[in-house]
C-alpha cells in the first residue's frame, strides 16, 4: 500500500535549469527525509524535517533545498541542476521514537543532459 | 572508511533456493534496517531488527550487536525476491549509513 507519494516519476532536464520535486505523506508521520541514491546504489540522506525543524547533511551542495508547507508535505527544489545531480531521489517519512522505520516513495529519477 | 559492508554483492539462485545475506557494520548501533528495492523500483523497509531475530513470512532477520553484524534469511526463494537487498545503520538520529547492496536473481 503506498503511503508516501512522489512526484514526477521521472524527469529530464538541461544543465543549469531548475526542477523541483514533491512528496507528501498520508501516515501521519511528524519527520520527512529526502534521500540520494546515486548509480552505485548508495543512498545518501539529504535532508530530514521534523516539526518544523530542518537537519541538513553538511555535504549537500547549497543549490539544493527542501520546502515544506505543512508536516505532510516536503519537496525538494534544486536551484541550477548540474550533472553529478542525476540520480534517483527518494522521499521517506517516520515516526521518530518508533525505531526509525522509515516508509520510502518510489522515486523521482532525474537526468541531467 | 565504509560503515556498512554487505556481502555478497549479488547472488544467482534456483527458485526454492535459500539465500543467507550479511551486513557488517563499524560503528555502534542505534538501530538497523533491511530494505527490498525492487528492479527500478521503490524501496520498502523489510525488517527493523536492532537485535535479535525477527521473522515475517519466509524471511528471517538476525542482529547480533556484539558481533556487529546483521542477516537476512531468504527461505525457498522466488522470482519475484529478484531485486537488491540494501541494510541500513542507524547509530544516531539522523545519520543513515547505507551498505551498497545485495543483488539477488533468482531463476526458475
Known amino acids: 500500500e503506498t503511503a508516501v507519494f512522489q512526484t514526477p516519476n521521472y524527469h529530464v532536464t538541461q544543465v543549469g535549469n531548475e526542477v523541483s520535486f514533491n512528496c507528501k505523506q498520508t501516515l501521519g508521520h511528524d519527520t520527512m527525509y529526502w534521500y540520494k541514491q546515486d548509480s552505485k546504489k548508495l543512498l545518501k540522506i539529504m535532508f530530514s524535517y521534523n516539526n518544523k525543524q530542518l537537519i541538513v547533511n553538511e555535504t549537500v551542495p547549497r543549490r539544493f533545498s527542501p520546502q515544506s508547507s505543512d508536516k505532510a508535505h516536503l519537496n525538494l527544489r534544486i536551484k541550477s541542476v548540474e550533472p553529478e545531480d542525476s540520480a534517483v531521489y527518494l522521499c521517506?517519512?517516520?515516526?521518530?521514537?518508533?525505531?526509525?522505520?522509515?516508509?520510502f516513495g518510489p522515486g523521482t529519477r532525474l537526468l541531467v543532459l | 572508511g565504509q560503515q556498512v559492508q554487505q556481502s555478497p554483492a549479488s547472488l544467482v539462485l534456483q527458485e526454492g533456493e535459500n539465500a543467507e545475506l550479511q551486513c557488517n557494520f563499524s560503528?555502534?548501533?542505534?538501530?538497523m534496517q533491511w530494505f527490498y528495492q525492487r528492479p527500478g523500483g521503490s524501496l520498502v523497509s523489510l525488517f527493523y531488527?536492532?537485535?535479535g531475530t525477527k521473522h515475517s513470512g519466509r524471511l528471517t532477520s538476525t542482529t547480533v550487536i556484539k558481533e556487529r553484524r546483521s542477516s537476512l534469511h531468504i527461505s525457498s526463494s522466488q522470482t519475484t525476491d529478484s531485486g537488491t537487498y540494501l541494510c541500513?545503520?542507524?547509530?544516531?538520529?539522523?545519520?543513515?549509513?547505507f551498505g551498497k547492496g545485495t543483488s539477488l536473481t533468482v531463476i526458475p
Open positions: 560503528t555502534s548501533l542505534n538501530s
Open positions: 531488527n536492532p537485535s
Open positions: 521517506a517519512s517516520s515516526i521518530p521514537g518508533q525505531g526509525d522505520t522509515q516508509y
Open positions: 541500513a545503520l542507524v547509530p544516531g538520529y539522523q545519520n543513515f549509513y
